[in-house]
């Protein structure tokens, strides 16, 4: 038995299209915009993952809570009341309980007692009536839905309201990413593979019974200052955003061109459908228009080198100069051997702006990274190790200027050191580290001054902008 089948045989067209020129970027850090100079300076922001810190109410109770950070800078918290009740706030005025936010992230009830570790405080937000029953998640969606804002339209059903809750707010807030899933499974003692960069069920029960242990007297706060709670935003990482853009901007533009082609009955070619034009006005608009996007200083040698390595706390995502604390412009320990304590601008901006040090790098996941001298007595090759902030406050870092210069120093010798954001005085037998330069902790531009160690930190600071206004003869 034989049937006919009709095949429609369709037509395939390839054609290599040209979507846009990028800047490059030349052998002195800087892009070439329209004949013009421009460097794009690298920013410092809160890297993602959780925080939890204590503040006192209007009564004087300790108040504590657990920020949550995206990895596009969404901030969800996680606060324990004066009941030891957990609540999960999702606006400044509404907050839900914990129970509503795992049941609409996919766990039931008794998933979540047998995984808590105070399931006692988890049941405190049920009646004695509730205990008995296992909470639905269509039940937790829709009073979810009911607290969450920006998710706009009717009641229309539970798909819908799944679909709009994971669009609006879990894929915005609950974005970790590969340095977050890694501050997470860190700060909470979880294994959570890598490529798994969303929020889970089981970050939100593991957050909470840490909050829980805070509210009992365990466990430790975090400091939010610590350059180990902070990421390097590179140029690279900027260019890839506004890439980014431009694409969901291409793809836009793709279909309404097939729709108005649709609608015409033509077929477009692949040469009608893509123009250059999102790509080019976005990274025009972005070296021309962004904060971070600066013409590059060209007064002398030495301003090249020092806008080159400036960062700054501003920008998109940053912070603000007015609404800037003491606390986040003040020198911290972690900044010594990666943040120049003098090299900053003066006015408004002080503290927000300033340069890295002269052998700092950033590393992989956009830490800042200092160098340092190994001391071993099973041997005497001396070896230098990146140390990224939070792993040299567990060794005796020697920081004495004389050391660098010095390589015969005595047993017998007492030297200044730092161990855990403190400065000590020991002896020579118990420093694990060592610095390797005795203007290590200071920038390009601080470093060119003589006698700098004698000087007042004002006047070294005035100079050292100062000598960026030197004209060459």
């Known amino acids: ?98 129970l509503v936010l795992s049941s609409a992230m996919g766990l039931d009830l008794k998933k979540i007692i047998e995984n808590a570790c105070y399931p006692e405080i988890f049941l405190s937000f049920l009646s004695d009536k509730d205990k008995k029953k296992i909470g639905s998640k269509k039940n937790a969606i829709l009073k979810f839905y009911k607290k969450s804002p920006g998710v706009g339209g ?48 089981r970050d939100i029960l593991a957050a909470a019974d840490h909050l829980i242990a805070l509210k009992f007297g365990m466990g430790t706060l975090d400091d939010m200052n610590h350059l180990q709670n902070k990421r390097i935003r590179s140029v690279a990482d900027l260019l890839q955003d506004q890439f980014g853009l431009a694409l969901v901007r291409f793809e836009n533009v793709v279909k309404s061109t097939i729709c108005g082609a649709i609608r015409h009955k033509l077929i477009p070619t692949p040469q009608n459908l893509v123009t250059s034009t999102p790509l ?22 030495l301003t090249q080198i020092v806008h080159a390595r400036k960062f700054s706390y ?108 403190e400065f000590l005085t020991i002896a020579w037998e118990q420093v694990h580290l060592r610095s390797i330069f005795s203007f290590q902790y200071f920038s390009i531009g601080a470093s060119l001054i003589p006698f700098i160690e004698h000087n007042d930190a004002n006047r070294a600071l005035m100079s050292s902008n100062m000598q960026r206004q030197a004209v060459p003869l």
């Open 1 to 98: 038995i034989w049937k006919q089948v009709r095949i429609n045989l369709t037509r395939m067209q390839e054609q290599i299209i040209f979507l846009g020129s990028i800047p490059l970027m030349n052998s002195l850090g800087s892009f070439i915009v329209n004949g013009i100079y421009r460097i794009v300076i690298n920013q410092i922001l809160q890297s993602p993952g959780i925080y939890y810190r204590s503040e006192l109410d209007h009564n004087g109770i300790s108040v504590y809570t657990g920020t949550i950070i995206s990895d596009w800078g969404g901030r969800s918290e996680l606060e324990i009341d004066r009941k030891a009740r957990i609540w999960a706030r999702v606006s400044r005025k509404k907050k839900i309980s914990i």
């Open 154 to 201: 009717d009641l229309l059903g539970y798909e819908y309201l799944c679909k709009e809750l994971q669009k609006k707010f879990f894929h915005q807030r609950c974005e970790l990413g590969q340095l977050g899933r890694r501050n997470m499974n860190r700060r909470l003692n979880l294994d959570i593979p890598q490529n798994n960069t969303f929020l889970v069920p």
């Open 280 to 301: 080019t006005t976005t990274y025009e608009s972005f070296f021309g228009l962004h904060p971070l996007s600066q013409v590059l200083d060209q007064t002398n040698p």
């Open 314 to 421: 501003l920008g998109p995502g940053g912070l603000t100069g007015r609404t800037a604390s003491f606390r986040i412009r003040d020198i911290h320990p972690s900044h010594y051997g990666r943040i120049c304590p003098i090299d900053t601008s003066e006015g408004i901006n002080v503290g927000l702006i300033g340069s890295l040090a002269i052998h700092a790098r950033i590393g992989r996941w956009g830490s800042l990274e200092s160098p340092l001298f190994e001391i071993s007595e099973r041997s005497t090759r001396v070896r230098m190790l990146y140390l990224s902030p939070g792993r040299d406050e567990y060794y005796m870092v020697a920081a004495g200027n004389s050391l660098a210069l010095n390589q015969n120093i005595q047993e017998d010798q007492v030297v200044p050191a730092r161990y855990c954001q």
